[in-house]
């Protein structure tokens, strides 16, 4: 069966860290693109990372660089997220998602998320 | 630019069409995809590529572009199709995601 499924979301105090996984099954998780992308309580989505598939060129949205670390074990079909310096505004429902693209030589260049986890909240609070 | 912007809400028949738009200028040289989401569920895709729909997605549901727009249209719109759409791409870098606000969808 694919499918990928978050863990370790929970309560956590402002300042703190927690590290948050997604294990994938069902798919080759090394040939893949990986994406972190959190949705705060009645807000939209909001993209935190991406992950090549070799773990090197990693990005981060402006609102967690520097807090956020995205890691991937391809060999364990694992995607982790650590998050430190947590703030009241990280409380979201995470979701990992699997990010595929148009290939080699695309004219129009074009992204899309085929697969994503059901999700796991965090949420940061005292 | 990174922004992609999309109406808030829009509402629709039970039967008729409705087009939900999405703006920004890294969709000038890209296709963004779209992906509906319910209440309490993870997003799914519903349009990627040039206008290309994932297995499942039924064919009331098709895409455009013009300039620096992307549209989404359902023909005939069915209670099913409630819920919020989102559209989706990367910032003119490519190296960022970028996604649009959302639309909420709901069908009268």
């Known amino acids: 069966q694919v499918r990928l499924v978050e863990s370790g979301g929970t309560l956590v105090k402002p300042g703190g860290s927690l590290r948050l996984s997604c294990t994938a099954s069902g798919f080759t998780f090394s040939d893949y693109y990986m994406s972190w992308i959190r949705q705060a309580p009645g807000k939209g989505l909001e993209w935190i990372s991406h992950?090549?598939?070799?773990?090197?060129?990693?990005y981060y949205a402006d609102s967690v660089k520097g807090r956020f670390t995205i890691s991937r074990d391809n060999a364990k079909n694992s995607l982790t997220l650590q998050m430190s310096s947590l703030r009241a505004e990280d409380t979201a429902v995470y979701y990992c998602?699997?990010?595929?693209?148009?290939?080699?030589?695309?004219?129009?260049?074009?992204?899309?998320?085929?697969?994503w986890g059901r999700g796991t909240l965090v949420t940061v609070s005292s | 630019s990174s922004d992609l912007t999309q109406d808030p809400a829009v509402s629709v028949a039970l039967g008729q069409t409705v087009r939900i738009t999405c703006q920004g200028d890294?969709?000038?040289?890209?296709?963004a995809s779209w992906y509906r989401q319910k209440p309490g569920q993870a997003p799914v895709l519903v349009m990627y590529g040039k206008y290309i729909r994932p297995s499942g997605i039924p064919d009331r549901f098709s895409g455009s572009s013009s300039r620096n727009t992307a549209s989404l249209t359902i023909t005939g719109a069915q209670a099913d199709d409630e819920g919020d759409y989102y559209c989706h791409s990367r910032d003119t870098t490519e190296n960022h995601v970028v996604f649009g606000g959302g639309t909420k969808v709901t069908v009268l």
């Open positions: 998602a699997r990010e595929r693209d148009c290939g080699h030589d695309c004219f129009y260049p074009y992204w899309y998320y085929d697969l």
């Open positions: 992950i090549p598939t070799s773990g090197n060129s990693i």
């Open positions: 890294s969709l000038r040289n890209y296709y």
